[in-house]
């Protein structure tokens, strides 16, 4: 037997995600929030998105069809996991009883071998705990281990800085919290080569080690804004943190340490390199230092990144969702921007509505202009007593400005919207935390994609820089910069000329007071 | 006073070490027993000793030792496993073949074409052209010697993409030209088919392990040869492992043709491209000496690593032997060692065996290395003169080489062992060479 109503049906009964009770996520007591040992998961796992549908009335129409199934069955087909009424309508048409009972059987079957089932399925995966170097990948290196020397960030070059093995923009190293709070650093940016994302996959140590070869705009004069951010900020190379690419649910508490470590000493950590896991524990690690529900996270992706129910409880696809699950970032505190593949759909986001999460789609974007957009989403994000955090999947980016990446989607926002846009954030904003993941080099041998993704890492220093400064009036550029009011073109020459005039004032009563 | 302590390394002359006899006994005997050279290299412990005073040299070992106490597991500190959502509704999504009364239009079992016409030159890529099977009942229709199969998993340790290894290879289609040695086209000698992919978890080598392994038992189980396409070379593990669970474990050879010897003894991990051959090895899935591995070099192999391999009877073969006897001299002993080896092999290539010149997408590509025209050789031989239980490619990565011919030459490999079975089949030498394309003949 066989029609391709049952393929279709085997489909709808696979992508029907099966019911479960709508449970808000709870932390049970006395269970730490890492998971140590073979313990499972503390927290509830079941996805809130999946409702239990309203039982279908089968027809007395199709009754004779039916005859031979057993109550069980029955309920089966009700409960709609044979796919909707007239989907079971068409398909039983075909069959005689016989078939229609081995049609629903078979559909039985695929729903419990799909689910775990103790003794059959392994509940985790199991790592050599007899290993004698269980935790080489992750040891550090001991102080004691090189030359004594002050703590504070290292120049590795011998020319001012130049000349050294190539960090990120050029900045000196700091390899401890030592070295971040004798430096009085700002920034640490911290190198994540993360390498398990879907798509193609290049996200590991050549990622963070080509973004540092190209990443001489990061802390760069702007011309918009007239401010070199390295003039203004202490920005430190934070080096690498360790990651098992064998294993996110592994990598995840590492990185969670080491960006709570750079959080706990006031500088900003920006996390760049790897796949989107990443989030997780950089959000994780700024509620550890900020307190739960006190960030909010500002997500620029093609994606939503908010999925859940596979049997997988970390991956690039997962993290928003994980972090809402274990309450670290409330739903509402979430503002997506630039979503624009396959998925979400309805239920999804029907599910952020509810949330109160705010999402900013391409479609929002193709319908209002980006100009309106970009004021809205900057509004929301710099709304008072947030402190933000910016996690930045270049994929966001049309895929003809970051072609390497790991899921390119097109259709996306340009480098120049995305400059501004970050650049706004990172001055009118209280950004705490950034990372900008999923660059996967070896897909673009143009480096276009590593020198784009270095210029946006450049977009957010220099609107911490401007933050600093006080340039946080909305959208702030340089009256000198944008306008040579010459003649009086647009019709307000005067002004800029005034703008100009007032901040060549305050810049000399600086330098004045410097001088005294 | 200073007390003068030996340690007891292997390959140099003991080191006489005067350490301040202030330090504590554990911090002495943490030194003497030669237990820090894990964790900083012998020559500069040496410059420590010689040069730090008392209290610093005491701080020096203390943090030495607290990351000893911080190497192995801790149930209290360390994560023993990585969770899963044991309430996914989708849980084993992805490995579970379609039960029959859900499966397409009925059809008679037996291999099919995917194509419209009869010489087709375009169309659904498919390993060498070949027909298409998906159940074990098509293997046994079609009375299938080979069946072509992908497993894409994408854990290599070195650079990743060996997940694209097999559509790329099935696009670029270049498996089944004739040979010029034998002027044999294989797959008018041989009934091969396309196997399509066997699933794989692409978070989680572990959980993808079994579901191949299975699926490699029941693929042997009809009688058709498995050719692996990976993937990295984490599943050098279930392909052998499965194909052990049809023939016997210990019941055939292997013949490993890689740069990296695939035996990590330590990891913290149960399964991964590096461990694959010591776990076959460590659970007696095949015999070290009946293990032949071709081509060693690079940065896992080191004198623990051969002396380990040597302790194991394992027949290896490094590039210095290649580069200092020839490769001709190489190419004979190996070729003897197969020939009186047992009567059934099982084949293993990872394309980084190859010089990366020919091979630049080789996901762990390292410097030297046989050329293509050497490893063809060699396998053809081996795949002519035994009875071939299983072969598998592991660990091409096409995103390395723009231009594909690193998809070309992991094709080529392919086939001469396609070749070799061929010549098998057709009662010829394991070397034989077509009078037709060894001499014009014209005088």
């Given at each position: 037997?066989?029609?391709?109503?049952?393929?279709?049906?085997l489909?709808v009964?696979?992508?029907?995600?099966?019911?479960?009770?709508?449970?808000?996520?709870?932390e049970?007591?006395?269970?730490?929030e890492?998971?140590?040992?073979?313990?499972?998961?503390?927290?509830?796992?079941?996805?809130?998105?999946?409702?239990?549908?309203?039982?279908?009335?089968?027809?007395?129409?199709?009754?004779?069809?039916?005859?031979?199934?057993?109550?069980?069955?029955?309920?089966?087909?009700?409960?709609?996991?044979?796919?909707?009424l007239k989907?079971?309508v068409?398909a039983v048409?075909?069959?005689?009883?016989?078939?229609v009972?081995?049609w629903?059987?078979?559909?039985?079957?695929?729903?419990?071998?799909?689910?775990?089932?103790?003794?059959?399925?392994l509940p985790?995966?199991?790592?050599n705990?007899?290993s004698a170097?269980?935790?080489?990948?992750?040891?550090?290196?001991?102080?004691?281990?090189?030359?004594?020397?002050?703590p504070?960030?290292?120049?590795?070059?011998?020319?001012?800085?130049y000349?050294?093995p190539?960090?990120?923009g050029?900045?000196?190293?700091?390899?401890s919290?030592?070295?971040?709070?004798?430096?009085?650093?700002?920034?640490?940016?911290?190198?994540a080569?993360?390498n398990?994302g879907?798509?193609?996959?290049?996200?590991?140590?050549?990622?963070?080690?080509?973004?540092?070869l190209?990443?001489?705009?990061?802390g760069?004069?702007?011309q918009?804004v007239q401010?070199?951010?390295?003039?203004?900020l202490?920005?430190?190379?934070?080096?690498?943190?360790?990651?098992?690419?064998n294993?996110?649910?592994?990598?995840?508490?590492?990185?969670?340490?080491i960006?709570?470590?750079?959080?706990?000493?006031?500088?900003?950590?920006?996390?760049?390199?790897?796949d989107?896991?990443?989030?997780?524990?950089?959000?994780?690690?700024?509620?550890d230092v900020?307190?739960k529900?006190n960030?909010?996270?500002?997500?620029?992706?093609?994606?939503?990144d908010?999925?859940?129910?596979?049997?997988?409880?970390?991956s690039?696809?997962?993290?928003?969702?994980?972090?809402?699950?274990?309450?670290?970032?409330?739903?509402?505190?979430?503002?997506?921007?630039?979503?624009?593949s396959?998925g979400?759909?309805?239920?999804?986001?029907?599910?952020m509505?509810?949330?109160?999460?705010r999402?900013?789609?391409?479609?929002?974007?193709e319908q209002?202009g980006?100009?309106?957009?970009?004021?809205?989403?900057?509004a929301e994000?710099?709304?008072?007593?947030?402190?933000l955090?910016?996690?930045?999947?270049?994929?966001?980016?049309d895929?003809?400005?970051?072609?390497?990446?790991?899921?390119?989607?097109?259709?996306?926002?340009?480098?120049?919207?995305?400059i501004t846009?970050?650049?706004?954030l990172?001055?009118?904003?209280?950004?705490?935390?950034?990372?900008?993941?999923?660059?996967?080099?070896?897909?673009?041998?143009?480096?276009?994609?590593?020198?784009?993704s270095?210029?946006?890492?450049?977009?957010?220093?220099?609107?911490?820089?401007?933050?600093?400064e006080?340039?946080?009036?909305e959208?702030?550029?340089?009256?000198?910069?944008?306008?040579?009011?010459?003649?009086d073109?647009?019709?307000d020459?005067?002004?800029y000329?005034?703008?100009?005039?007032?901040?060549q004032?305050?810049d000399?009563?600086?330098?004045?007071d410097?001088?005294? | 006073?200073?007390a003068?302590?030996?340690?007891?390394?292997q390959?140099?002359?003991?080191?006489?070490?005067?350490?301040?006899?202030?330090l504590?006994?554990?911090?002495?005997?943490?030194?003497?027993?030669?237990a820090?050279i894990?964790?900083?290299?012998r020559q500069?412990?040496?410059?420590e000793?010689?040069?730090?005073?008392?209290?610093?040299l005491g701080?020096?070992?203390?943090?030495?030792?607290?990351l000893?106490?911080?190497?192995?597991?801790?149930?209290?500190?360390?994560?023993?496993?990585?969770?899963?959502?044991?309430?996914?509704?989708?849980?084993?999504r992805?490995?579970?073949?379609?039960?029959a009364?859900?499966?397409?239009?009925?059809?008679?079992?037996?291999p099919?074409?995917?194509?419209?016409?009869?010489?087709?030159?375009s169309?659904?890529?498919?390993?060498?052209g070949?027909?298409?099977?998906?159940?074990?009942?098509?293997?046994?229709?079609?009375?299938?010697?080979?069946?072509?199969?992908?497993?894409p998993?994408?854990?290599?340790?070195?650079?990743?993409?060996?997940g694209?290894?097999?559509?790329?290879?099935?696009?670029?289609?270049?498996?089944?030209?004739?040979d010029?040695?034998?002027?044999?086209?294989p797959?008018?000698?041989?009934?091969?088919v396309?196997?399509?992919?066997?699933?794989?978890?692409?978070l989680?080598?572990?959980?993808?392990?079994?579901?191949?392994?299975?699926?490699?038992?029941?693929?042997a189980a009809?009688?058709?040869?498995?050719?692996?396409?990976?993937?990295?070379?984490?599943?050098?593990?279930?392909?052998?492992?499965?194909?052990?669970?049809?023939?016997?474990?210990g019941?055939?050879?292997?013949l490993?043709?890689?740069?990296?010897?695939?035996?990590?003894?330590?990891s913290d991990?149960?399964?991964?491209?590096?461990?694959?051959?010591?776990?076959?090895?460590?659970?007696?899935?095949?015999?070290?000496?009946e293990?032949?591995?071709?081509?060693?070099?690079?940065?896992?192999?080191?004198?623990?690593?051969?002396?380990?391999?040597?302790?194991?009877?394992?027949r290896?073969?490094?590039?210095?032997?290649?580069?200092?006897?020839?490769?001709?001299?190489?190419?004979?002993?190996?070729?003897?060692?197969?020939?009186?080896?047992?009567?059934?092999?099982?084949?293993?290539?990872?394309?980084?065996?190859?010089?990366p010149?020919?091979?630049?997408?080789a996901?762990?590509?390292?410097?030297?290395?046989?050329?293509?025209?050497?490893?063809?050789?060699?396998?053809?031989?081996?795949?002519?003169?035994?009875?071939?239980?299983?072969?598998?490619?592991?660990?091409?990565?096409?995103?390395?080489?723009?231009s594909r011919?690193?998809v070309?030459?992991?094709n080529a490999?392919?086939?001469?062992?396609?070749?070799?079975?061929?010549?098998?089949?057709?009662d010829?030498?394991?070397?034989?060479v077509?009078?037709?394309?060894?001499?014009?003949?014209q005088?």
């Amino acid at each position: 037997m066989g029609s391709d109503n049952m393929q279709k049906h085997l489909f709808v009964l696979c992508s029907l995600v099966l019911a479960t009770f709508s449970v808000a996520a709870e932390e049970t007591t006395d269970t730490p929030e890492h998971v140590i040992g073979t313990q499972a998961y503390p927290f509830d796992t079941a996805d809130p998105r999946v409702e239990e549908e309203e039982p279908l009335e089968l027809p007395d129409s199709i009754a004779d069809k039916l005859e031979l199934l057993a109550p069980d069955e029955i309920e089966f087909l009700e409960k709609g996991y044979a796919g909707p009424l007239k989907a079971i309508v068409e398909a039983v048409e075909d069959f005689t009883p016989q078939q229609v009972q081995a049609w629903v059987s078979a559909m039985q079957q695929v729903r419990e071998n799909n689910r775990y089932v103790e003794g059959r399925d392994l509940p985790n995966i199991p790592f050599n705990t007899e290993s004698a170097e269980f935790n080489a990948w992750r040891l550090q290196r001991p102080r004691s281990m090189d030359p004594a020397r002050e703590p504070g960030p290292v120049s590795l070059g011998r020319y001012d800085g130049y000349g050294g093995p190539p960090t990120f923009g050029g900045f000196p190293l700091a390899l401890s919290k030592q070295d971040l709070v004798a430096g009085e650093v700002d920034v640490a940016i911290l190198g994540a080569p993360l390498n398990m994302g879907s798509g193609w996959r290049d996200s590991g140590e050549r990622a963070t080690a080509d973004l540092r070869l190209l990443s001489w705009p990061m802390g760069g004069h702007d011309q918009y804004v007239q401010i070199e951010a390295s003039e203004v900020l202490t920005i430190a190379d934070y080096g690498d943190v360790a990651v098992d690419n064998n294993s996110t649910e592994r990598s995840m508490r590492h990185v969670r340490d080491i960006v709570r470590e750079v959080a706990e000493t006031g500088a900003v950590p920006m996390i760049v390199g790897g796949d989107h896991s990443l989030e997780y524990p950089n959000v994780a690690a700024l509620a550890d230092v900020y307190g739960k529900e006190n960030i909010s996270v500002i997500h620029f992706d093609s994606h939503y990144d908010a999925w859940w129910g596979g049997s997988h409880l970390i991956s690039h696809g997962y993290p928003v969702y994980r972090l809402i699950n274990e309450g670290h970032v409330r739903a509402a505190d979430y503002i997506q921007v630039g979503l624009r593949s396959n998925g979400p759909d309805k239920s999804g986001f029907e599910w952020m509505r509810e949330q109160g999460m705010r999402y900013h789609t391409m479609a929002e974007i193709e319908q209002r202009g980006w100009d309106a957009v970009l004021d809205r989403v900057v509004a929301e994000a710099s709304e008072e007593g947030r402190k933000l955090h910016i996690s930045f999947d270049i994929d966001v980016l049309d895929p003809a400005f970051t072609v390497a990446t790991g899921t390119p989607v097109p259709g996306g926002i340009t480098m120049r919207e995305a400059i501004t846009i970050v650049r706004r954030l990172c001055a009118e904003s209280n950004v705490v935390g950034f990372d900008l993941v999923e660059l996967h080099p070896a897909l673009d041998p143009t480096y276009r994609t590593t020198l784009n993704s270095a210029h946006i890492v450049k977009a957010c220093l220099t609107g911490l820089a401007m933050n600093k400064e006080g340039l946080t009036a909305e959208h702030y550029l340089s009256p000198l910069a944008s306008e040579h009011a010459l003649d009086d073109y647009y019709g307000d020459q005067q002004r800029y000329l005034d703008a100009t005039k007032a901040e060549q004032e305050a810049d000399e009563a600086d330098e004045a007071d410097e001088s005294e | 006073m200073l007390a003068a302590l030996l340690l007891p390394l292997q390959q140099t002359a003991f080191a006489q070490w005067s350490i301040p006899d202030q330090l504590s006994k554990e911090q002495a005997e943490f030194i003497s027993s030669g237990a820090a050279i894990k964790f900083v290299p012998r020559q500069q412990l040496e410059h420590e000793i010689a040069t730090r005073d008392a209290v610093s040299l005491g701080h020096f070992i203390d943090d030495l030792m607290a990351l000893a106490a911080e190497m192995a597991y801790d149930p209290q500190r360390d994560m023993g496993a990585a969770p899963l959502n044991l309430a996914s509704e989708r849980f084993n999504r992805g490995t579970l073949p379609t039960p029959a009364p859900l499966r397409d239009f009925e059809r008679q079992p037996g291999p099919f074409s995917v194509h419209r016409y009869l010489f087709p030159r375009s169309g659904v890529p498919t390993f060498g052209g070949a027909k298409v099977a998906i159940w074990p009942e098509d293997l046994v229709a079609g009375k299938v010697d080979v069946a072509i199969i992908g497993v894409p998993n994408n854990m290599s340790s070195g650079r990743r993409d060996a997940g694209s290894g097999p559509n790329e290879m099935r696009a670029m289609n270049t498996i089944a030209t004739p040979d010029i040695q034998t002027l044999i086209k294989p797959l008018e000698t041989l009934s091969v088919v396309d196997y399509g992919d066997f699933r794989v978890d692409i978070l989680s080598t572990e959980r993808t392990v079994g579901h191949v392994t299975d699926m490699v038992a029941q693929t042997a189980a009809t009688g058709a040869i498995p050719m692996l396409v990976g993937g990295d070379t984490s599943m050098l593990y279930p392909g052998v492992k499965g194909v052990a669970q049809m023939h016997g474990a210990g019941s055939f050879g292997l013949l490993h043709l890689s740069a990296h010897p695939d035996v990590e003894r330590f990891s913290d991990h149960t399964i991964s491209d590096r461990s694959a051959l010591f776990q076959l090895l460590d659970q007696g899935i095949v015999q070290g000496k009946e293990t032949i591995t071709v081509g060693l070099r690079g940065p896992a192999v080191d004198v623990d690593t051969l002396q380990w391999l040597r302790g194991k009877d394992v027949r290896y073969h490094t590039m210095a032997e290649i580069q200092h006897k020839g490769f001709e001299k190489v190419l004979t002993r190996v070729q003897r060692e197969v020939d009186n080896g047992p009567d059934r092999f099982f084949v293993s290539i990872d394309v980084s065996v190859i010089s990366p010149g020919e091979m630049v997408a080789a996901g762990r590509r390292t410097s030297n290395g046989l050329s293509i025209d050497q490893a063809t050789r060699t396998i053809r031989h081996v795949c002519a003169a035994k009875d071939i239980v299983g072969f598998e490619i592991t660990d091409m990565a096409p995103m390395l080489d723009l231009s594909r011919l690193s998809v070309i030459h992991s094709n080529a490999l392919l086939n001469a062992c396609l070749v070799g079975i061929a010549v098998r089949k057709a009662d010829l030498e394991p070397d034989y060479v077509n009078p037709l394309a060894l001499d014009h003949g014209q005088r």
